[in-house]
């Protein structure tokens, strides 16, 4: 099993900023593939960005795309979301989700292991 423990959620500003971190521990051999996704009451979970541990393949969602940034440190299993000049509609419970297969896919299915979460709001 892979565990997966988000953190760097919480309260900030419109056009503020905020890095969320997703360390992950356990049976990490393997996995090559990592990403976030977000969840808000009104909405299903969408993709936000995702990372290739191997090459650093990066993808993005229209939305993130040129505000967020992902990135990742492998010798520490952890992968980053920084994310900038937020939006009230940004506000979400961000997931990091991780996968045992390469490429970037932004398809919440066909990610394996998940965390609990962190919560991010942004207040206009």
């Known amino acids: 099993q892979v565990q997966l423990v988000e953190s760097g959620g919480g309260l900030v500003q419109v056009g503020g900023s905020l890095r969320l971190s997703c360390a992950a521990s356990?049976?990490?051999?393997?996995?090559?593939?990592m990403g976030w996704f977000r969840q808000a009451p009104e909405r299903g979970r969408e993709f936000v960005a995702s990372?290739?541990?191997?090459?650093?393949?990066?993808r993005y969602s229209d939305f993130a795309e040129g505000r967020f940034t992902i990135s990742r440190d492998n010798a520490k299993n952890t992968v980053f979301l920084q994310m900038n000049s937020l939006k009230p509609e940004d506000t979400a419970v961000y997931y990091c989700?991780?996968?045992?297969?390469?490429?970037?896919?932004?398809?919440?299915?066909?990610?394996?292991?998940w965390g609990q979460g962190t919560q991010v709001t942004v207040s206009s």
């Open positions: 989700a991780a996968r045992r297969s390469g490429g970037t896919s932004s398809s919440d299915s066909t990610y394996s292991y």
């Open positions: 356990g049976r990490t051999f393997g996995v090559y593939t």
């Open positions: 990372i290739s541990l191997i090459g650093g393949y990066t």
